[in-house]
Structure formats: C-alpha cells, structure tokens
C-alpha cells in the first residue's frame, strides 16, 4: 500500500484554518486534487463521493469565515456506515491537499441552502427543511445521498484572524488527549507495541467538531487489532454526526500502520447505533 503524502508530517501539520485569500487554487494543484480524489483506493467498498465547487466570497455558506473561491462536498448516504466512511475518505483528500499547501477546514454547520445554490445535489425540495436550524444536512439519518461536510481549498490568510479566532485557535486546535485518556481499559497501555502506539497517537490528532475527541480505542487479547468506536450512548450537545469524526481517526490510525509498514486489514460494521472500526496487522 503506498500513500502519496507523507504520512506523519502531514497529519502534524494540519490545522483547520479559518481565515482564507480570496484567490483559487493554482489550477496545477487542483488538477493533481482532482487527480487525487479519482484515484483514492481504500480496502472497504463505499459509496462516498468528492464533488468540487466553488463559491462566492461571501459568509454565506460557513457564516462564520469568507468562503475562498474553491471548495470540496463529500457526499454519501446517511446511514451510520456511510457517514463514518465520509470521514475515513474526506481526510484522505483533506491530508492530501494540506501536502500539497493548500489549508482546510472540516465543516459539518455549514449553510445548506447556501450549499445548494452554489452545488445543488438535493433530490427533492423537502430536503431542504431537514437540515439542522438551517446548517448541516439534517439532524440524524435522512433520506437520498447529501453531503455530509464540505470543506474549503485555498490559502491561508494570517493576517485576517479576527481577536476570538486567534482565542478559539488557541483553545480548541491542537489541544489533544493522550493515548492513555483514550483506552476504554486504561491497563491495556502496557500491553501496546510501539508501532500500535505510533498509529494510535497519530489517531489522536484526528481532527473532530468542537475538538470533542469522542474516540476510544479497545484491542483483542493479542492486541494486534485495533477497535476505534466512540462510548456507547455518546452524545455530542452541538454534533449530530460523531460518526463522521469515528472514521477520520480510524483513517489516521490506518495510516500510522502503514506508515511503520503494515499492510493493515480493515473493517466497519454497526453496533449499537455506532460504527465501530476495526484494524488489525
Ligand atoms: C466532522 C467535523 C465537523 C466540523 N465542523 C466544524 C464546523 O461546522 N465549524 C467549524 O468552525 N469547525 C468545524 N470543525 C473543525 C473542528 O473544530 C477542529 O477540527 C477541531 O477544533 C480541532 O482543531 P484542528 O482541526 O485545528 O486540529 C469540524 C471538524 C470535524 C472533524
């Protein structure tokens, strides 16, 4: 299995940024993105889909930041499967552009009416009135394919950081929890070989909405299989979809086996209204 970025440095380096140049991708970049993103090979089948957009430079469509000129959906079903491998698919696509420069944002509370306008993907009209308040594609799981989260594709803008981004940034970005915090048994730390502990500590600074890092991580009883699921009964008070955040940290985790040169098996399947990751070298 090769990765065409560097695995660790990337992952390290990724913040989501929230302050954009109003100016497009060079067009070499984006046409090597798009390359990417037609070539994105996983060992699991899905259904996800990475569709282009652009917008204007307006805040209309992530309310809180001018929305750069290019733009990324990713689109799915919303069933708990297809979500959670949004994620594992969306951050491939989201580390491969940060290695090639650009900045990124995950964004689940975007404007949908405003992502409509601008991408329209909604099969009925009705849809429309799904979506959370008005942000995001709905509440729970709901009809037809959506996007899930999009993300803008463009340069950050250093400058242009109002006083409560640099606050926020500070607060909520890079903060993380250490592995130990994240093992649904504690004692099982002992037992991890130091490549398990590399992948696992590249897993933790999986980005997740609100930096809520609702992860943890179980093994079998020869801790060569890694289980990624968040706590039965989770609930996030302003996210609707943990399960999206589920497979972008299983995505990191995957990486970090391959990085130590792993050729890692991977599954998803559903328990208890959660998807539940399992990877084993
Ligand atoms: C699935 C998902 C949805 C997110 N949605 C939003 C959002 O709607 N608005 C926002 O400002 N940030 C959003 N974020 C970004 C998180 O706040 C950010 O990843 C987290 O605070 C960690 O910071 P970092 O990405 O810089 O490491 C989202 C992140 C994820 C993974």
Redesign the pocket.
């Given at each position: 299995m090769t990765i065409s970025f560097q695995i660790k440095s990337t992952i390290d380096s990724?913040?989501?940024v929230?302050s954009y140049k109003m100016t497009g991708v060079e067009k070499d970049v984006m046409d090597e993105i798009k390359d990417y993103a037609k070539s994105i090979y996983v060992p699991f089948d899905h259904n996800v889909e990475i569709k282009f957009f652009k917008s204007n430079q307006t805040k209309a469509l992530y309310t809180?930041m001018k929305s750069p000129p290019d733009n990324v959906a990713f689109m799915a079903e919303t069933d708990i499967i297809s979500i959670s491998k949004v994620?594992f698919i969306g951050e491939l696509l989201i580390l491969f552009a940060v290695s090639k420069g650009l900045s990124t944002?995950?964004?689940?509370?975007?404007k949908l009416s405003e992502l409509e306008r601008l991408m329209p993907h909604l099969q009925t009209p009705e849809q429309i009135k799904e979506s959370n308040m008005g942000y995001g594609y709905a509440k729970g799981v709901t009809t037809g394919r959506r996007a899930i989260?999009i993300s803008p594709l463009g340069y950050h803008e250093s400058g242009g950081l109002r006083l409560i981004d640099r606050f926020q940034n500070k607060q909520?970005?890079?903060k993380r929890k250490e592995i130990k915090e994240l093992l649904v048994n504690p004692d099982d730390y002992e037992k991890l070989s130091d490549d398990v502990i590399y992948a696992l500590d590249l897993g933790r600074k999986a980005?997740?909405?609100?930096?809520a890092q609702m992860w943890r991580f179980a093994f079998d009883e020869t801790y060569r299989t890694i289980n990624v699921a968040m706590p039965e009964g989770y609930r996030h008070l302003k996210?609707e979809h943990p399960n999206?955040?589920i497979g972008?940290c299983a995505c990191h985790i995957w990486l970090g086996l391959i990085d130590k040169g792993y050729n890692p098996k991977i599954t998803v399947h559903e328990e208890s209204n959660r998807a539940v990751w399992r990877i084993s070298i």
């Open positions: 990724r913040r989501s929230r809180i994620g944002c995950w964004y689940g509370h975007y989260c909520i970005s890079f980005p997740s909405a609100g930096n996210w999206v955040d972008i």
